[in-house]
């Protein structure tokens, strides 16, 4: 695994270069990315391009040796181009159009926009694509942050509608699909169709979703542009897009396939403290991270590029963006590092080089201070690059378990809640947090994965159960669980014919009659688990398997299938999994709290997330806090 770091040359004298560049060798560095918000220093006035400077930047770093991962500069249009086009800037829900003065302020629709992008990238290809110190490129920057992903702007409408008359061929059609007789909502043409914003009360779900699935469109559509800018004049540079934690806007599956190396922004302390966690959870791993979040991350990301996949930011120190910002223990920065090595990455890039003294980052740590000297993470990346030097490559070992996850899931889930903590992306964490504190490794896939070669399959939830998806688990020979609201949907939103779980029905013979969500604080008793925030009721010529104290089924079996008619807690996840590992011969390991494992095809990589030492049975000795141990297998 290579090691890199962010790099902004505009932002620093250029007296300090050749240096910085000196220094970052000398740290064990070998990546540099840089380019990603500079287009109004490549471009500062329309059509006149100023290149002298990135020239001279990216020479200086191939003669110290360093490779360059490009961006294109599409993320920060400058001034003049906002000035030029004002309406491609995104409109929020409200109908409040993105201002200047900031990043991210395009929507993804506008055809003019799009152009100039296109015009961008080509300059930037022919300009450096064949450049040697060129190791890979990257498209834009963080689709979709800062809630960019949906536009209400005059472009995205008509875009909207025209994908409409795509998807459907006529308006009848449509009509039906969504079911617009309800409330007199049914349109004459596509002409009249509107984005569901607005609106007095709740939009329709099933024009919520094609809104969702065109606007997830829209993003590929933008990245497919530049990848084929980007093929086209350096045909054998590798290109990835960085992609965020917990964020699901979009598809990323359908981004992936169309570039080469998936990589993400790991901040494992801004992330706990952005999400769900428990207030023990965000104190216990106050100055660590959880231990599964970098993790799920990982195998999320190198689930959606054919399995090639890296950090291209990762934290160094105290962030300026969470409501909080600790500052990491130490020994973190290089235990995120080889977590990232564990599960396969090819690099790891830091997020930055040196600290900004100006702007909206300025309280970001990076890998120096604002005045040059070294920051507390500097040591910790010359461990890792040690560490790594002497572990070698690490190909990915074979995962035993499969857990599905699927964008539209979310988004189906996010539209109709039906209980305000039914949240999608806590459902299939605390799965792949379930298996992981078992000692499982985990591969995070997508519906239309192959899952033929896996000894476990885990589905959190799948409401719309896409084509030919029950037959392929009908044909597995190994234990699967499908938790609840799983086939509970139909393509166009709808109650499937028959109920729910819909097409799963021939997989796993049971009805689901009655949903129910349950407030937070509600806890009905099971033997050894809770029913919490959700439940089913279930009609089936199955015996449940498992029941509640009131002897009401909560999880059905039917051959290797398994479905869980509740919100499955903690201890119903541990009860499932040890079930199924059992069935399935897996071995298992009890791992005390705060450590993890994780093994490649010839090292087993053991972890101590926890602020102090843990003895830790499998390896007969205890970690320290932020530690690792690394043993070949």
Sequence with gaps: MKLGCCYYPEHWPESWWAEDARRMRDMGLSLVRIGEFAWSRIEPEPGHYDWDWLDRAIDTLH???????????????????????????????????????????????????????????????????????????????????????????????????????????????????????????????????????????????????????????????????????????????????????????????????????????????????????????????????????????????????????????????????????????????????????AHGAELTSYFRWRQAPFAQEQMHAGLLRPDSTEAEAAPEVRQAAKVLEEIGPQPCAAAP?????????????????????????????????????????????????????????????????????????ASLDCPVLLGPRSGSKTESFCIPEGLAPGSLRDTIPLTVTRVESLRDGIAEPAKGFAVTRWREDVESDLAPELTDSAGRGVVYRHADIRYCAIWPDRALLRLLVERMAGEAGVALLDLPEGIRVRRTATHAFTFNYAAEPVAVPHLGETLAPASWHIAGR
């Design 401 to 473: 378990v499969a857990l599905v996850f699927s964008y539209e899931a979310t988004w189906v889930i996010g539209i109709q809640p039906q209980g305000r903590s039914f949240r999608y992306l806590e459902l299939v964490f605390e799965a792949y947090s379930a298996l992981r504190q078992k000692g499982l490794d985990v591969d995070i896939v997508s519906p239309d994965a192959d899952l033929s070669t896996y000894r476990m399959v885990v589905v959190p939830t799948l409401p719309i159960v896409t084509e030919g998806f029950a037959e392929k688990l």
């Design 63 to 341: 003669a110290a040796g360093l490779k360059v991962i490009l961006g294109t500069p599409t993320a920060t249009p400058p001034k003049w181009l906002v000035d030029q086009m004002p309406d491609m800037v995104a409109i929020d829900e409200q109908g409040r159009p993105r201002g200047f003065g900031s990043r991210r302020h395009y929507c993804f629709s506008h055809e003019g926009y799009r152009a100039e992008c296109r015009r961008i990238v080509t300059a930037l290809a022919e300009r450096y694509g064949k450049h040697p110190a060129l190791h890979m490129w990257q498209t834009d920057n963080e689709y979709g942050c800062h809630d960019t992903v949906l536009s209400f702007s005059d472009a995205a409408a008509t875009s909207f509608r025209g994908w409409l008359a795509a998807r459907y061929g006529t308006v009848d059609a449509l009509n039906e699909a969504w079911g617009n007789v309800f409330w007199s909502m049914e349109y004459r043409s596509f002409a009249e169709v509107d984005p569901p914003h607005l609106t007095v009360t709740e939009a329709n779900p099933a024009h919520w979703l094609d809104y969702r699935r065109f606007a997830s469109d829209q993003v590929a559509r933008f990245n497919r542009e530049q990848v084929d800018i980007l093929r086209a004049h350096a045909p054998s540079v590798d290109i990835t897009h960085n992609f965020m934690g917990f964020f699901t806007e979009f598809d990323h599956h359908a981004v992936g396939r169309d570039i080469d190396v998936a990589t993400w922004d790991s901040y494992p302390l801004g992330f706990l403290e952005q999400f769900w966690f428990s207030s023990d959870e965000k104190a216990a791993y106050l100055r660590q991270g959880h231990p599964d979040i970098a993790a799920f991350h990982h195998d999320l990301y190198r689930g959606c590029s054919n399995g090639r996949w890296g950090v291209m930011e990762q934290q160094p120190g105290p962030v300026n963006w969470a409501r909080f910002n600790p500052a990491p223990l130490p020994g973190m920065v290089a235990l995120w590092t080889l977590e990232a090595c």
